[in-house]
DNA sequence: CTACCCACATTGTACAGACAAGTTAAATAT
DNA sequence: ATATTTAACTTGTCTGTACAATGTGGGTAG
């Protein structure tokens, strides 16, 4: 039985207003008395709402002022390049090496597959993040077709993909497992890095869950981090 | 000025007895109404304590059923070998290889130092983790000696430093940040973890800040990652 | 004996109100 | 004009209550 849940409603609106940028990031929320009055409940239950967010990571509240929009896109334990998202010391592109097309699914992901997901046909891009014009990361990603429609890279919300998702298509990251390996650098690597074969290359491997049921995101990432190590903090 | 929160009495409360094993992992907290009439408070307040340790991953709530105390240890987006703690595949073991002693600080360590950790001299201890009689990861840890004085590890409970921590001195992780890098294993290295030198290793710089001022703790990994992958997972 | 139902304990949701504590800006005093 | 106080608004804590939803075990009807 599908029940209503009064603060699940209010949190589904809220959370829907901010990734379509009608709260945008840095601005406050309407106060929980302004919620009171428009969803006509009490406190106790806009509250409940709000933290649930709070834990989603959407929004961050101050004492005496209100709650802030925070800027999506800090997965909470993901790794990250070092200085990816401080950008302010880097300059980060990336290039879309292979346009998103439909393939088989590929070997190469570790993670077991679900019926759904096997059943279904793949979409497949291939991307290359450089840092300062120098290539750093080359990534192949993989999800099903019958979850989500391949979408081009040109229409990608400030060339991020999963800035797309949860904008256009109101999905969320809800978590991911990883495996690390750390390589020899093949010869097709070597070059699409611009690095010397055998170099140590670490290799990840990743699975995104999401909140479209049956939507995982696969990733395999090859990163030089002889000079870009790659970061990842987390806190309770 | 009495800054006493009750609910936050309360989940120290709790969470103490947890750590000290008077609730055990597995067993059912006493129930929100047993917590009122002992303190003296409504379910809201309790059920905000509640709600506290539940955010800090020591219970578990079941509706109409109670509160279970949670086995702590899986720390939320912490890396991990593949296999560790899932223990019954595979056979770990852990060899401290040089006793905890006091040293100088390590230049290795890639994290700026406090100013209180800079004038303090340094707990240093190393092991080695094993699966399978194979070594896999060596590990070097260092802290702050005014802030925690040294362990000798066969004190350790149940041989695990963490673990320690939390049920001798109450001291929890609240976080960690790491460093990832892919390097050639040195002569040193290889021969500790019996492989081959140059061959590919995986080399994670570590900080856990801990619920004990001032005290954070050090880590640096070499993990032989081609038979046994490191594994990382977190979920919001 | 079995299957069902019901009472009971537990956690989940929600309402209504009170006061504390932090922030900000307008009003006031110097 | 500047500094201080005040008032208004915000989120944080807490009380008290009611009913819903879920899990458990015992009693009852078959």
Redesign the pocket.
Known sequence: ?G???????IQEYIKKRIQTQKYPPGS???????FCVQ???????V????DELLKEGFIE???????KVLERGKYLGLLSVKGFSGSTDYKVKTKVTEEPKIVAWDPLIVFPLSEDEKSSQCVYFQRVRYIDDKPVVLENNWYALNALEPIKSNEFVEGSFFKTLSQEYLIEIMGAEQELRSVKASVDIAKKLGIAVGAPILHISIRFRTSRPNLNLYGDLYCNTTEYPIRNSYFL
């Open positions: 039985m029940k209503i849940k009064k603060y699940h409603q406050y929320l309407p106060s929980e008395n302004e969803f006509g409940t009490t406190r106790t239950t509250r409940k709402a709000l509240k101050e004492h005496g002022k209100g709650s």
